[in-house]
């Protein structure tokens, strides 16, 4: 099972990006945003564990640590359409995949959200698996000025929105 | 420098400080491994096959692995566990510097406490539904329980163990004295940090690398 490692670079830092796939050629690439603040492992590896068995499945995965997490560079990335570590890594697989290879996003929590809205604001992709979605939960607007709250459906309020880009100032 | 990274959960805790730690020895002129053991991190295998001496076998891979592509000395920075695991290799294989960070003098006392957290975190689960601890082969944690700091003498010109408060101090203390016989030079120091392997936001602890680089760059804090 092939496995490679790549530097990524962006506007404000860099990150390893880890990719691995089947031994023939791959029906699909998914690319795993890990969800802050884990690394590109997953808790209890659950990201490692999930790409190898995608990949028995003649399915690759690309992962990478989010901006200012595990082993990338640069500061936290608010959640927002543009998020410039996940742009360059779509950037860089799209180019590195074959031709005709889906390209799907998987997120889980607050990078499921990430992966929506960078989906929702981007050059089409493949499809979207988002785990654990995180909601805006608009009883909370006033907490900041300049960003939506996201809060975890099992915490506080039931949200009452649906998920949508940060409104811009 | 070679680093011996924390076990299970504190490891991808500790990761985000690990690689802060890396890019600024880089810049004083130290090339740094970051190795993830067999069974966890990016490397293959699962957890639950592993053995101590599995680890101890990837620590020693590695150690001569930097012997033959870099011509500079060795040292080792063990973190939390990754500790006693350091300390487990230099008693064979001769290094430059060990430095421990905030490593349990008893194994036992970090695997009960592991445990204890995850039936904590298992209780807490909403409908009972909690994701899986991480599994150890109970072989594993029999190795983990016997593992005790200072049980033996090391190759080791330069020893430093950092932990952030004085709860260890004895303990240390006792460690120090068996292994500075052996070692030119062997410091206790406490470092004021957060337990940033327990957080879930990483930290990035400054004194911490501070204290690192200035024992590793010669000037003995």
């Known amino acids: 099972m092939p496995i490679e490692a790549h530097i ?45 068995r995608l990949a028995e499945n003649g399915i690759s995965t690309v992962r990478f640590d989010r901006a200012g997490f595990g082993d990338s560079e640069g500061a936290c990335l608010p959640l927002e359409p543009e998020a410039a570590d996940l742009a360059a890594v779509m950037q860089h697989t799209k180019e590195s995949t074959p031709d005709g290879e889906p390209v799907w996003l998987l997120g889980l929590c607050d990078d499921a959200s990430q992966a929506a809205l960078f989906a929702a604001a981007n050059t089409p992709i493949s499809g979207l698996i988002l785990l654990n979605p995180w909601l805006e939960d608009t009883d909370n607007h006033n907490a900041s000025e300049n960003e939506a709250q996201f809060t975890h459906p099992s915490e506080g309020p039931r949200p009452t929105g649906l998920l949508r880009p940060t409104p811009n100032k | 420098m070679l680093i011996a990274p924390p076990l299970a959960e504190e490891m991808n805790r500790s990761r985000t400080l690990i690689a802060s730690l890396a890019r600024d020895l880089a810049g004083v002129g130290f090339e740094t491994l970051l190795p993830d053991l067999t069974g966890t991190g990016d490397s293959s295998g699962l957890l639950e096959n592993q053995r101590w001496q599995h680890w101890l076998d990837d620590m020693s891979f590695m150690a001569s692995w930097a012997a033959t592509h870099c011509s500079l000395p060795l040292s ?33 006392t970090w695997l009960e406490h592991t445990k204890r957290q995850q039936l904590a975190t298992k209780g807490r ?12 082969h109970p072989a594993l944690e029999t190795d983990i329980a016997a593992q005790k700091l200072g049980s033996q003498k090391l190759a080791t010109e330069k ?4 932990d952030r408060d004085t709860a260890q ?49 010669g000037n003995v804090p």
């Open chain 2, 76 to 108: 080792v920075l063990g973190i939390r566990m990754g500790g006693l695991l350091a300390a487990n290799l230099a008693t064979e294989t001769p290094i430059d510097s060990l430095i421990l960070w905030h490593t349990p003098a008893d194994g036992s």
């Open chain 2, 169 to 217: 101090s004895a303990a240390y203390e006792e460690v120090r004295q068996v292994w500075q016989d052996t070692s030119s030079v062997c410091q206790t120091l406490v470092v004021s940090t957060p337990p940033y392997w327990a957080l879930e936001k990483p930290v990035i602890c400054n004194p911490l690398i501070t204290e690192t680089k200035l024992f590793l760059t």
């Open chain 2, 159 to 162: 020893v430093l163990l950092i």
């Open chain 2, 125 to 136: 689960a909403l409908g009972g539904k909690s994701p899986p601890g991480y599994r150890f």
């Open chain 1, 8 to 52: 990524v670079r962006w506007q404000g830092g860099q990150s390893i990006l880890v990719s691995e796939g089947p031994d023939s050629a791959s029906a699909a690439i998914v690319v795993m945003v890990p969800g802050t603040p884990q690394t590109r492992v997953g808790t209890r590896r659950q990201f490692v564990l999930l790409a190898r």
